[in-house]
Nanobody, 113 residues
Framework: VQLQASGGGLVQAGGSLRLSCAAS????????MGWYRQAPGKQRELVAI???????TYADSVKGRFTISRDNAKKTVSLQMNSLKPEDTAVYYC????????WGQGTLVTVSS
């Protein structure tokens, strides 16, 4: 499985960005796909993940602002990020778990104050 992420960039606080991730290879029905992020000097943390059935889990810090969506037929997972804050600045990694963990290459999101 390979994951290709896109959509990062620079945005002002309060703005929006949409991240997308396309998977190649076999994605199984029991897989979980989503997004993690890593800010400078910090550990990588979960942002949002979704099962193939649509069940989603969010970090408390992004609840109500971020929305994850998954298209099983297209093997894509997206993250709509609204009301962005400077503390959302990080490299965002697409993630897939289906017995093995797969990571995308990371896309930088910078939120200016």
């Amino acid at each position: 499985v390979q994951l290709q992420a896109s959509g990062g960039g620079l945005v002002q606080a309060g703005g929006s960005l949409r991240l997308s991730c396309a998977a190649s290879g076999s994605i199984f029905s029991f897989s979980v796909m989503g997004w993690y992020r890593q800010a400078p000097g910090k550990q990588r943390e979960l942002v949002a993940i979704a099962s193939s059935g649509g069940s989603a889990t969010y970090a408390d810090s992004v609840k109500g602002r971020f929305t994850i969506s998954r298209d099983n037929a297209k093997k894509t997972v997206s993250l709509q990020m609204n009301s962005l804050k400077p503390e959302d600045t990080a490299v965002y990694y697409c993630h897939c778990f289906q017995g093995t963990v797969y990571w995308g290459q990371g896309t930088l999101v910078t939120v200016s104050s």
